[in-house]
Every structure is written in structure tokens, then in C-alpha cells.
């Protein structure tokens, strides 16, 4: 319990990092301008991912600052290491996918999911005025999804071994990307108006979970051997 810390977002455009064992607010991360919509840490917990309504997601490294202020009377402020800007509407969901070329990936209500060059990202600079210099980090924008947005990303192990990225919409549907040019790989029929909200990875390559308003579905996740148009990339 003495290392463990809790993050949360609020409608006043800040995540909250307290110490678990004492309830006391120790960091603000600060720099979004609305409200948040989705927190996670990262599989190492060195790192925590927000999206927000201000159209980015941004990427905290907290592991390296933590140690102070657990130790401070004062609430140590936090900059982002990493701001991924280029949505045309609210951001619902951030992850980071390492391997030969790391990225961040990105769901949003503009119904894309969009992939950023990890490295270039987090060169993003933090002047004294707030004012934030990126790098073009966007490598590809993965259009399929209608409706209301892209709820959430996530892995999912395939049967011959290697990683799929899939999406889940507010259009009913569960998508698959190959992740070595991020073409499109299966796509799942979409039930109707249910939100698919969460995804879950089950036993490789038998089937994705999809977490509904009401229900639970499993679905059979087979690649489709067809030809998929190429999503929009950025070189």
C-alpha cells in the first residue's frame, strides 16, 4: 500500500494523483483545457494516458516525480511529456503499443483512430507561457467506425501469434487493424444502437468480449482474407 497511488480526472480539466495509504493529494497534472474523459496507467505504471474533450490526449510521467512528492507538504504540478493533437472532436480513450517503432494510439468521437509516432511525441517542448511546440507525430488515421465515435482501443492476441489492434464504436461494431500497415482486418456487424464499451482479451484468437450498456456478447474473431482500402497515413 505504501507505493501504491491512485489517478483520476475532473471536469476542471486536471488528473488527481493521490497516495493510496493517506487519501492526500500529492500531484496535479495540468495542461488540458477540458474536461477528461479517460485516465489509465501504463502496463509498467510509470506513465499515466489521459484523452480529453479539449480534442488531445497527453501522456504523464509520473514514476520519476512521485518519490518527491510523496516526501512534499505541497502538491507537486505536472507537465505532460507528450501531447497528441489532431482529433476533430473529443478524445475517449489512449494507449501505447511498444515493439520495433513504439506509438500512442487514440480514439475519438470523430469516429477515427488515429497512431502517433511515440518518439516524436514526446518531444513535444512545454515553453514558460504554457505554449507547446510538437513534432508531426501522426502516422495514420483508421476511418470504418459511423455513429457517435470510438469508445476504446486495445491488443488482442491473433491465432498465429501475432498482435491485432482493435477498436470498439458507438456504432455496435468491434474492428481489427494489422498493426504492420494498419490496414483494416475483420470487421464485426454492428448490433444495432448498442455502445460497445469495453473490450476484453480472451483466449488468443478465439474471441473478443464486448461489454455492452446491457449485455455481454463473445464474438468469433476470424480474419477476414480480403483485400481492405489503406488508411490515411502521414509520412
Known amino acids: 500500500w505504501d507505493d501504491l497511488i491512485i489517478a483520476a480526472g475532473t471536469i476542471f480539466n486536471e488528473i488527481q494523483v493521490w497516495g493510496a495509504n493517506e487519501g492526500v493529494v500529492r500531484a496535479s497534472c495540468v495542461g488540458h483545457e477540458g474536461s477528461l474523459m479517460r485516465v489509465r496507467f501504463s502496463d509498467d505504471d510509470r506513465a499515466v494516458y489521459s484523452a480529453s474533450d479539449d480534442r488531445t490526449a ?20 505536472l507537465s505532460p511529456s507528450a501531447v497528441l493533437a489532431g482529433h476533430a472532436a473529443r478524445v475517449w480513450d489512449c494507449v501505447r503499443i511498444d515493439g520495433e517503432r513504439p506509438v500512442y494510439v487514440t480514439a475519438g468521437e470523430d469516429c477515427t483512430v488515429r497512431v502517433w509516432d511515440a518518439k516524436r511525441a514526446e518531444g513535444t517542448k512545454t515553453l514558460a507561457d504554457g505554449v507547446e511546440i510538437q513534432q508531426d507525430c501522426e502516422l495514420a488515421s483508421l476511418r470504418g467506425h459511423r455513429g457517435r465515435g470510438i469508445w476504446r482501443v486495445c491488443t488482442l492476441k491473433a491465432p498465429q501469434g501475432e498482435t491485432w489492434l482493435a477498436s470498439a464504436g458507438a456504432d455496435g461494431s468491434v474492428k481489427l487493424w494489422n498493426m504492420s500497415d494498419w490496414t483494416s482486418a475483420k470487421d464485426d456487424k454492428s448490433r444495432g444502437m448498442a455502445l460497445c464499451e469495453t473490450i476484453a482479451n480472451c483466449p488468443p484468437g478465439k474471441v473478443v468480449e464486448i461489454v455492452e450498456t446491457v449485455e455481454t456478447a ?11 482500402e489503406a488508411p490515411k497515413k502521414r509520412k
Open 218 to 228: 463473445e464474438i468469433e474473431m476470424e480474419v477476414d482474407a480480403k483485400e481492405e
Open 58 to 77: 497527453r501522456v504523464w510521467e509520473i514514476s520519476s516525480s512521485m518519490a518527491s512528492a510523496m516526501s512534499s507538504d505541497e502538491c507537486l504540478k
